[in-house]
């Protein structure tokens, strides 16, 4: 076996042979127990010589250390590299000295991707053959000592194909693999071969007799195949498809390897170093077996090779000590599961005592089910979002709002979401997922439920989870660590030890971090942009702490879970999280279900059935059932009225709802107490918290009264001393009542605070966004059951000149000028007020024709809207389209006899005509598919031309039903389709709208331009020309900017007859149209009887094309213009012919 070509002498490296006499190559004389030996050489002084043409030389790997930073070794003046090197002098600090400085030379990394370029290039070859082939199969009985020998030969027996260059990477020269190879530390030997039907293959059953998943391997333990020395067999692996590593773990130093890479390797480069095979009868150690006389790293933990890099220095490569317990993610592994028994393997390190002890304390931590109404789990749909910009000209992002029938809602529930998250990371990075909703749609309780579902269990692919209320994070000092955030700042302080901390930061990957209502961390919303994280020992602010988590500095590699709201600067940033998901709250069914719930668990079944008919006879408290907050206060009240007796009745607004609740604690507190709270709740609203110190209270008294009726409450993880309101809700009433009784609040002041009209200087900030309804139910419902049942009839009186402001301003209001949410915005606040010429007002002052477009629609918008729209006595059309508006919304305003036409999603108007076909409402059925318009219609998507099929089929199906006959209006009517989806997927949609065209009998404006442009190309102007003769009604056919050469204008020119009657404006312009095309298209330009305007700008033909079109135009009397110019005909022709016919345009 050859070792290589020795480097050649240069001046700056020397090398001389003190053993044999070779020049061209080194010999290799085996040894006893398979060691080596090697003749002894000299290399020369480092200094002005390259880490390259080091690394081209024959030296030893392992003997850089010496050359690149000699140890003063007592007695010898040069260092010389012998066989039997004394591995003792080996450091550490050398390596990784040297590492660092090949790091910095430019030469070696240039080097090293070029050789990363070329081995992509040669052994794509290898995977283009069968990736299941044996890698060891091609290799003979005859042909292993052969292959053994020139390992360089194996290479040349390759397939001849190569790769198209767009099949290569975009960047060679950087170019990493996608996965980390697959690790397997054991022992091989290449043996003499006596018969090679007997090759017995070592196979650790639970390594190699199983499928791999999606092409790799994962290999979540060391196996260790001992054979005795004394077999004369060849032991040989069945290595799974995928790139594999040997690395060897055996106590002689390798002195050399033997490269494999053929047919069925499946991988870019497999390395077998030669080494000694201890005795079957040696018992292998726990750790496995190491190199004797080699360092171990202290910052590489579980590796023994000092060419094992760690993770900080390579952050692309995953530490070897990650490798045992890598990718574990279908089942849990606990740290009491008992090891499999598997002779010559060692299984998963069990946990440290102090470790498993932490883990029970955790689980029992999270396992508390809350108590009382916070305890009733009803399963709200998790819906996946995006945020997108607001308008072209901000910057601030929002929610988009998906048709209700595209929403792709989160399978498998929170473990589904976590667990689909895991398995689309990359290894080593941190997973953000975001969950979004709105005040009260329980977000913290779902954030709860996490916890609880890996306390029992359901969420294997993590070891740990911390949940962190964010306004616990609200704290000044800069003396924390990330020991802290993860064990003193949760909502119950945890007792763990160095050795538990250090067990975590070995497994970040293995880590949930929940961070919930991250919205109160909007005052240190700077740690986004921060220049630097700590580190994980330094002390720092939590400020610091955020920054290294959010840059992936700290915890690198775990999953970070944040539910936040859809507002607020914070917010804006999420927009690049990993996933996003949407908490959209209760269904109406889910709403019922909660109320059943409630009373369940308070143990009174028996009030389950009049709870639900009070709510059912109140349709808008029903309609704001998709609140979670909303749910519980409406079964608080609910409880209360019915153990009054008597014929109770639910109020009709929100704030009766509240008046309701909050009427009895008012009078059974001190006096005043409900007004000073009001205060701290508007005080603390205009700052954006709802928190507050107990020194915030102006007496003792309020803040006893106000944790006995349950108005505030210790948060979780929160001090002794920090409060916080009950709910948001609550915090609004609170603050919009005391707008209602202040007489600090000017009254010119007062109409800002609804919110419905934008001011130019210093607008409001509605962070307390249910102010607005509240406050006006507040001043003008009747004070007797409304503030004066609150605060008494004195203090009520207080409001009645605020009520004279409001009015004035309300009335003044024009609602037609209003923006969508405005509008809805003045609906509510006009049905909370209860007050009768406020609300006829606005009903009729209601535009005709209301467009949503946009802007989401919720339940209760719903409800109010089409409540005006009644009222009104006028008919409306709605558009409705990007609303997000449900189902039964929908269906409720459509059945609406106001309502004569109405837009909205095809795919939502489609859904709601087959529901109502299911449940046989066939007057509504009909009033839907009368009143629905989709003109006129610009497909922006492949979706929109999918959803115009469907709705094309439901004509089809339709129509060959016995009882319905005709078109649908929808189909029938649409007279403008618009066609605008770009390059990409401009040629692949539109034979689908082609096979649908021919429905659209009233089509008079086709327009197939866009401004990046459509290219349907020839091909898509063939199959359009078929269809030309069912289009009668066609007046506008734009075919602008479509690459149209001679071949499609032939073809149109030939079937343009058909239109001759009707089309009056025709375009193609810039397209790549020559003079054959320009010739066809004259010839049949005087059959165009109908024809007016002709555009064929932009084009290729010449002056013969252009004079064979003004020739042409001589004859047609009709056409009033003729758009010619084109930087292909000389000017002066052009001009020309514009001299001979002035309709002849040229602009």
């Known amino acids: ?100 400085d090949m790091e910095g030379d430019e030469e070696t990394r240039e080097a090293y991707a070029s050789i990363a370029e070329l081995d992509q290039y040669v052994f794509q070859d290898s995977q283009l053959e069968d990736p299941n082939k044996d890698i060891f199969k091609h290799i003979g009985p005859d042909e292993v000592s052969e292959s053994m020998e020139t390992p360089a030969e194996v290479g040349l027996k390759k397939s001849q194909k190569r790769p198209f260059p767009e099949e290569l990477p975009a960047d060679l020269k950087h170019w990493k693999p996608a996965e980390p190879p697959t690790v397997v530390t054991g022992s091989f030997l290449m043996g003499p071969v006596s018969d090679s039907s007997t090759l017995p293959c070592l196979l650790p059953p639970a390594l190699f007799n199983q499928e791999p ?104 490569m995953p530490e070897p000590a990650l490798t045992s317990r890598a990718n574990v993610t279908e089942h849990k592994t606990s740290p009491t599961q008992c090891q499999a028994a598997g002779e010559g393997s060692n299984k998963l390190p069990k946990w440290p005592e102090s470790v498993e002890q932490f883990y029970r304390l955790l689980q029992d931590t999270y396992q508390t089910e809350p108590a009382g109404p916070d305890g009733i789990l009803v399963e709200a749909d998790l819906v996946r979002a995006k945020l997108v910009r607001s308008s072209s000209k901000s910057l601030e992002r929002e929610l988009a709002t998906p048709d209700w029938a595209e929403r792709q809602l989160a399978h498998g529930g929170l473990a589904g979401v976590l667990l689909a998250a895991r398995e689309r990371r990359r290894p080593r990075e941190t997973q953000v997922i975001a969950v979004l909703g709105k005040a009260g749609q329980g977000k913290s309780y779902w954030a709860g439920a996490v916890s ?86 330094e002390p720092c602010s939590l400020r610091g702490l955020l920054a290294g988590l959010f840059q992936r500095k700290l915890l690198r590699g775990c999953t970070l879970l944040l539910t936040t709201r859809p507002r ?23 709403a019922q279900a909660y109320v059943m719930r409630y009373f369940e668990c308070s143990g009174k079944t028996e009030q389950q059935a009049r709870a639900l008919a009070l709510l059912r006879d109140r349709p808008f408290l029903l309609s704001h059932g998709h609140s979670p907050t909303l749910c519980q206060a409406v079964c608080q009240l609910s409880e209360a009225l019915l153990e009054l007796g008597g014929d109770a009745e639910l109020p009709s607004t929100l704030t009766g709802l509240y008046v309701g609740l909050l009427g009895p604690a008012a009078r059974d507190g001190p006096p005043g107490a409900l007004a000073e709270l009001a205060k701290l709740a ?86 307390l966004e249910g ?64 007050e009768a010429g406020i609300w006829r007002h606005v009903v009729q002052e209601l535009p005709a024709r209301l467009s949503f477009l946009g802007t989401r629609l919720t339940p209760p918008d719903a409800h109010v809207l089409g409540k005006a729209l009644e009222a009104a006595g006028r008919d409306f059309s709605l558009d409705l389209r990007s609303t997000g508006i449900d189902p039964s919304g929908l269906g409720s305003l459509v059945g609406l006899s106001c309502v004569t036409h109405f837009r909205a999603a095809l795919s939502d108007t489609v859904a709601l005509w087959e529901s109502l076909r299911q449940r046989g409402e066939t007057k509504l059925l009909q009033a839907a598919e009368e009143k629905f318009t989709i003109e006129p219609f610009k497909a922006k998507s492949l979706k929109d031309v999918e959803d115009l099929g469907k709705l094309v089929q439901t004509q089809r199906t339709r129509s060959s039903s016995e009882d319905t006959a005709g078109e649908l209006p929808a189909v029938r009517d649409l007279k403008k389709l618009e066609f605008a989806l770009g390059p990409i997927s401009g040629p692949r949609a539109f034979p689908k709208l082609v096979r649908i065209l021919m429905a659209f ?34 007046e506008t056919l734009n075919l602008s900017q479509n690459s149209i050469t001679d071949v499609g204008a032939c073809k149109l020119a030939e079937a343009l007859p058909s239109l001759a009657a009707s089309l009056l404006r025709l375009s193609l312009y810039n397209n790549c149209i020559c003079d054959i095309g320009a010739e066809s298209l004259a010839r049949v330009l005087p059959d165009m009887v109908s024809l007016r305007v002709m555009d064929v700008q ?50």
Not at 301 to 312: L, N
Not at 571 to 582: G, H, I, Y
Request: with cysteine; proline share 8%; aromatic share 8%.
């Open 1 to 100: 076996m050859t070792r290589g070509r020795a480097a050649p002498d240069t001046p700056r490296r020397r090398s001389s042979w003190r053993e044999g006499e070779a020049t061209g190559s080194a010999p290799w004389i085996p040894g006893n127990g398979g060691s080596t030996q090697c003749a002894t050489m000299e290399l020369g002084p480092l200094e002005g010589s390259s880490y390259l043409e080091l690394l081209n030389s024959n030296a030893d790997p392992l003997h850089l250390y010496q050359l690149h930073d000699p140890m003063d070794l007592a007695g010898e003046e040069e260092t010389e590299l012998h066989s039997e090197t004394d591995m003792d002098t080996i450091n550490c600090d050398q390596f990784s000295r040297l590492w660092r």
């Open 213 to 316: 998943a999606s092409g790799q391997t994962h290999l979540e333990e060391t196996y260790q195949t001992p054979m005795p020395s004394s077999s004369s067999s060849l032991s040989c692996l069945n290595l799974p498809e995928g790139p594999v590593q040997f690395i060897p773990t055996l106590s002689t130093l390798p002195q050399g390897f033997w490269q494999i890479s053929g047919a069925g390797t499946g991988g870019s480069s497999i390395f077998i170093y030669h080494s000694e095979v201890p005795q079957a009868s040696q018992p292998p150690s726990p750790s496995g077996l190491t190199v004797h006389g080699l360092p171990t790293s202290p910052d590489r933990p579980g590796s023994t090779s000092p060419f094992a890099p760690s993770a900080t220095d390579l952050p692309s």
């Open 452 to 537: 609880r579902a890996w306390a029992c269990g359901r969420l294997p692919q993590y070891d740990f989870v911390f949940s962190v209320p964010c306004h616990c994070l609200n704290r000044p000092g800069d003396a924390y660590r990330l020991q802290d955030l993860l064990f003193s700042l949760g909502p119950r302080p945890l007792v763990a030890d160095d050795e538990v901390f250090s067990h975590i930061l070995k497994r970040p990957d293995r880590v949930l971090l929940i961070l919930d209502a991250f919205e109160k961390l909007e005052a240190q919303d700077s740690f986004l942009h921060s220049t630097c994280g700590p580190a994980p020992s």
């Open 568 to 590: 607020g600067r914070l917010t804006q940033s999420l927009s690049k999280a990993d996933a996003l998901f949407e908490l959209s709250g209760f269904s109406m069914e889910q």
């Open 682 to 767: 508007w005080e603390l609203g205009r700052r954006h918290q709802s928190t507050l110190r107990e020194d915030h209270f102006p007496s003792a008294g309020v803040r006893t009264w106000a944790l006995a009726k349950g108005l505030v409450q210790h948060p979780p993880g929160a001090t002794a001393s920090e409060l916080a309101f009950c709910s948001f809700l609550l915090q609004c009433f609170l603050a919009a009542t005391w707008l209602a009784l202040s007489g600090e609040i000017k009254d010119k002041e007062l109409p800002q605070y609804l919110a419905l009209t934008p001011r130019k200087k210093r607008p409001y900030d509605n962070w």
């Open 771 to 834: 102010v607005p309804r509240f406050l006006a139910g507040l001043i003008f419902q009747p004070p007797t059951r409304c503030l004066g049942a609150l605060v008494g009839p004195s203090a009520a009186a207080l409001a009645d000149r605020k009520q004279k402001v409001l009015a004035k301003y309300l009335k003044r209001l024009q609602p037609g000028t209003l923006r969508a949410r405005q509008l809805l915005e003045l609906l509510h606040c006009a049905h909370e007020a209860e």
């Open 1001 to 1034: 009998s009233s089509l008079q404006h086709l327009d197939l331009d866009a401004l990046s442009e459509n290219k349907i190309g020839d091909e898509g102007v063939s199959q359009l020309s078929a269809t030309f003769p069912q289009l009668k009604s066609l």
């Open 1098 to 1147: 932009y084009n290729k033909f010449t002056a013969a094309g252009a004079q064979q079109l003004a020739a042409s135009l001589r004859k047609c009397p009709h056409v009033e213009t003729l758009a010619m110019w084109t930087p292909t005909i000389p000017f002066g022709v052009q001009e020309h012919l514009q001299q001979q016919d002035s309709r002849i345009s040229l602009r």
